[in-house]
């Protein structure tokens, strides 16, 4: 009797908190189909369902642009931070050299520095070299990750060395142990930190905002701080483009959960 | 392994340089280089408008920093911004141990929890903008309606527009003033805050370290007879010790950097300053005024900021942990 109390109150306080949690979502999704004069009224459900509401945030604004830049933008920093930091986590794993812990503990140091300590130089440098309000001042600066070297260093640790040692027997030159042994085995690792850089730069505010001027290289948190600022009073269709807005990462979560919540747990237990 | 010769050791130098390169270049081009930089331009007077000619001026912008009102009262805000913290870690441990009892579900609920942090960002905020609408938002909606159901008498609060707090904070100088007491702009963004993080990276952090307790710990608790509070308070807590140290160092450095989002995307700093933290008046002096060198000098503080309180967490939270 105790025992099945006890399961009841725990099941009602996970409820709770799933509802405390969902709650702010389903009033999106449900404002997002309202007419908009409805969207103050206390009634959660519309009269009408409008669906075209999502069809007009496409007219209203160039959402669209904003998904591909979004999307162009993360993809092209997910690719060469997984390239770099991999190459580099291979040098701090698996070579020996003189300065490699000074270094690694010099990369390390780094994580702490505030983002607005490298965003005003960074920001002067991009004017001195015209990538003002350029795709390539959108990806370049933030193609190199110390974080990802660091996670990166960590996986490969844990593939046992004597395979690389097999291969280089066989021949293998470095490159060849890094792109055939290494990386194929650590490719949880990769997708993850692929994941991680994705998600991280599709939702990135600072520097795009700082960067881009033109409204055609606004990416999405961009486009959606204008469309709100200019458009704010229409709720429902600002509701309709922040549920567009996150679909992806929806997505992107469901099916790759199991590489992001290992990654998450593992990047840090041994930090 | 140790037989290694120095000849092998120089030959693997250039391999390790050259898988190295690509990464060490943009780290000293976008990362190191930039904070050494931005220390030497703090001396300086630089404005990007070049209203003023360029010039070095020593300490000038520190001592102008530590006379500049609003410099301390935003980083008060900063602090207060901290306020969310125990709450957010607390809750996160709470889930945690919820989820880790043997229930059906455990993914779906885990996935349901885990939403607002992943999905976090602008589009987040503009929704709570929206929820926070003293007149039309959910959130007062539902106030007014319990109040009304109950005969509470309740008002609520004004949320974004108010700068009221729950310390009573006084909005043009430092100090404490009664009128003040209440909840305003600061404790809604805190609160959304506390959402947003509460499922999210923390817990997944305490799931897994409660998992990682080996099981013979818990029996011989239960064997001596430990009650479940006992259980968790010598057991359980002790052994969570370098994950909750962990989760603090991290908050602690997230948190100080914290504010700029929210304060650009749903008040713009306001009302009077009062959500105004360091990250947001340093966007401001820097992108909006041009004020390079001030900015630095200020950013450079933060840092500061931050490695000192890192450090002391280091020196004196690392004693509790018993590994």
């Not at chain 1, 961009?222 to 458009?231: K, N, V």
Request: one cysteine or more.
């Amino acid at each position: 009797m105790a025992r099945m109390a006890r399961m009841a109150l725990l099941y009602l306080l996970l409820t709770l908190f799933a509802i405390t949690t969902l709650a702010p979502f389903l009033w999106m999704v449900l404002t997002s189909l309202k007419p908009l004069e409805e969207v103050e009224r206390l009634h959660p459900f519309p009269s009408t369902w409008r669906f075209d509401n999502y069809q007009q945030v496409l007219v209203q604004i160039p959402f669209a642009r904003y998904y591909f830049n979004s999307l162009f933008v993360a993809a092209w920093v997910t690719f060469l931070t997984c390239l770099t930091s991999a190459m580099a986590a291979f040098a701090f794993a698996r070579l020996r050299w003189r300065f490699r812990d000074g270094v690694f503990r010099l990369y390390l140091a780094t994580l702490m520095v505030p983002g607005v300590v490298t965003m005003i130089p960074n920001y002067t440098l991009m004017v001195k070299l015209q990538l003002l309000d350029s795709y390539a001042g959108l990806i370049v600066p933030s193609a190199f990750s110390a974080f990802g070297t660091f996670l990166l260093r960590q996986f490969f640790l844990t593939i046992p060395a004597a395979l690389d040692e097999a291969a280089e027997i066989d021949g293998a030159s470095k490159w060849q142990v890094f792109w055939d042994v290494v990386l194929p085995l650590a490719r949880p690792g990769l997708i993850t930190l692929a994941l991680f850089t994705f998600m991280g730069n599709y939702g990135s505010f600072f520097w795009p905002l700082v960067l881009i001027k033109s409204e055609h290289l606004r990416t999405l948190p961009i486009g959606m701080l204008f469309f709100d600022s200019t458009y704010g009073r229409q709720t429902n269709l600002l509701m309709a483009a922040s549920l567009m807005n996150i679909a992806p990462l929806i997505v992107l979560f469901v099916v790759a959960q199991k590489f992001l919540v290992r990654g998450i747990q593992m990047g840090a237990v041994k930090g | 392994m140790s037989r290694m010769g120095g000849s092998r050791a120089r030959r693997e130098g250039w391999t390790a340089l050259g898988f190295l390169l690509p990464n060490l270049l943009g780290f000293l081009v976008f990362t190191s280089g930039p904070v050494l930089f931005s220390l030497a331009i703090s001396f300086s007077n630089w404005n990007l408008q070049q209203t003023v000619p360029f010039r070095w001026i020593g300490v000038e912008n520190y001592a102008h920093m530590l006379r500049d009102t609003e410099f301390w009262l935003y980083t008060i805000n900063t602090f207060y911004f901290l306020l969310g913290l125990p709450v957010s870690i607390a809750g996160s441990l709470f889930l945690a141990l919820l989820l880790s009892q043997q229930i059906r579900g455990v993914v779906v609920y885990r996935t349901l929890f885990y939403l607002p942090s992943f999905t976090s960002g602008v589009a987040l905020m503009i929704l709570w903008k929206s929820l926070y609408n003293p007149d039309f938002g959910l959130i007062n909606t539902v106030i007014r309606n319990v109040s009304d159901a109950f005969h509470l008498g309740i008002t609520p609060p004004e949320w974004l527009l108010s700068t009221k707090n729950v310390l009573g904070l006084e909005v043009e100088r430092i100090g404490v003033a009664r009128a003040q007491w209440g909840l305003g702009a600061r404790d809604a963004i805190i609160i959304m805050g506390i959402w947003t993080a509460i499922g999210g990276n923390n817990m997944l952090l305490y799931l897994a370290a409660l998992t990682n307790i080996p099981q013979e710990l818990i029996e011989a608790g239960q064997i001596d007879g430990a009650g479940r509070w006992a259980l968790f308070r010598h057991i359980v807590w002790p052994q969570l010790a370098p994950t909750t140290f962990f989760i603090v160092v991290m908050s602690f450095i997230g948190g100080l950097q914290g504010g700029f989002e929210q304060a650009r995307v749903m008040t713009g700093g306001g009302p009077a300053g009062t959500t105004t933290t360091l990250s947001y008046y340093i966007y401001t002096r820097a992108f909006e005024e041009f004020q390079i060198g001030y900015a630095s000098a200020v950013s450079w503080t933060l840092f500061a900021l931050i490695f000192v309180l890192t450090w002391i967490n280091w020196r004196f939270g690392n004693r509790e942990v018993h590994y």
